[in-house]
């Protein structure tokens, strides 16, 4: 518990070896994930909710290709980390085929690839709202999602508009009683402009 009593915080990683033509580069957002999870009050949550376990064997970790949670099994995410196209576009890019992208010149190969990572469509919520409905189903019973929205997305709006749907109702199993919760964790400094960043975890909040 000692530990938890100090804010960790992570050493900025180094990102001089990789390619940013088709990703936009790590920059306030991907740092706000970094502080508000070594934050005290969010280690403490995580604490309290999962054991810790390390591992050396790098055959255990693996990465999955796939739309948002279509290739995960039900319930099984106990953290889910979502940095999203965040920003207002007209549309959000079709994502193309490896044979199309083989067809296209380099420029609008690396541009589709780019836009995808920052095109939200509509208020910047249309890749956000379609992983928002999969949360309830996604989560393990004591997982928790992280999401990241900015000012003009309107995630108090959009959330407690989602949660208002049965998916998301309370429920009693067992002896365990529980309600769905979201929360603001994490922001970045200033009080305007629509750039303005929050981290919103989204849990079961069961009752003691």
């Not at 969010?42 to 054991?51: G, I, M, N, T, V």
């Not at 965040?86 to 609008?108: I, K, L």
């Not at 997982?143 to 989602?162: H, I, Q, T």
């Amino acid at each position: 518990m000692a530990q938890l009593q100090q804010q960790q915080k992570l050493p900025t990683p180094s990102t001089s070896h990789l390619d940013f033509a088709t990703i936009y580069e790590p920059a306030e957002d991907s740092f706000l994930f970094l502080d508000t999870l070594t934050s005290t009050a969010e280690s403490a949550f995580l604490h309290s909710r999962f054991h810790q376990d390390t591992d050396t064997d790098t055959d255990t970790t693996r990465i999955v290709q796939a739309d948002l949670s279509s290739a995960l099994q039900r319930g099984c995410v106990d953290v889910l980390l979502f940095n999203p196209p965040y920003v207002p576009t007209e549309s959000v890019p079709v994502p193309v085929t490896e044979d199309a992208c083989g067809q296209m010149d380099r420029f609008e190969r690396e541009s589709q690839l780019l836009a995808l990572s920052y095109a939200g469509g509509e208020d910047g919520m249309e890749v956000t709202e379609r992983l928002l409905a999969e949360v309830p189903g996604a989560l393990s019973a004591r997982g928790a999602a992280y999401v990241l929205f900015c000012a003009r997305n309107k995630a108090g709006e959009a959330l407690k508009r989602l949660m208002a749907g049965e998916k998301w109702r309370a429920k009693t199993e067992g002896e365990e009683q529980w309600e769905w919760a979201a929360e603001v964790v994490g922001k970045t400094g200033g009080k305007g402009g629509w750039e303005r960043l929050e981290i919103w975890r989204i849990w079961r909040r069961f009752s003691s």
